[in-house]
Nanobody
Framework: QVQLVESGGGSVQAGGTLRLSCTVS????????MAWFRRPPGEDREGVAT????????RYTESVKGRFTVSRDNTKNAIYLDIHGLRPEDSAKYYC??????????????????????WGQGTQVTVSS
């Protein structure tokens, strides 16, 4: 059984820092495209960062470049999202998700929600001004 469990969310002031973790079981994070999504209140889910299977490459949505860093630890079978300079507009529920082959082999499918086969339950981030 595949499980993705997020942790690390919380309530912080603007300008603060958080590290979100996603612990994975049942699949190997190095063999999937592992991504972070977020859903702000009243809005659709959006992809913010992704890693690629068997690669050190990463990709970010424009609004988080320079502030968010995604990383993968193959020994712990986990991924992380380090967030610096938090802004109120970063308030959202953050989810990790896994996308396997064949979609993971084509960046066309990055952040296409329907192509991610496994999802966590999410962790809430609330940023106050």
């Amino acid at each position: 059984q595949v499980q993705l469990v997020e942790s690390g969310g919380g309530s912080v002031q603007a300008g603060g820092t958080l590290r979100l973790s996603c612990t994975v079981s049942g699949i190997n994070v190095d063999r999937y495209c592992m991504a972070w999504f977020r859903r702000p209140p009243g809005e659709d889910r959006e992809g913010v960062a992704t890693t690629y299977a068997g690669s050190d490459r990463t990709r970010y949505t424009e609004s988080v470049k320079g502030r968010f860093t995604v990383s993968r630890d193959n020994t712990k079978n986990a991924i992380y999202l380090d967030i610096h300079g938090l802004r109120p507009e970063d308030s959202a529920k953050y989810y990790c998700a896994a996308m396997g082959a064949p979609y993971c082999l084509d960046t066309y499918y990055d952040f296409r929600i329907e192509k991610y086969s496994h999802w966590g339950q999410g962790t809430q981030v609330t940023v106050s001004s």
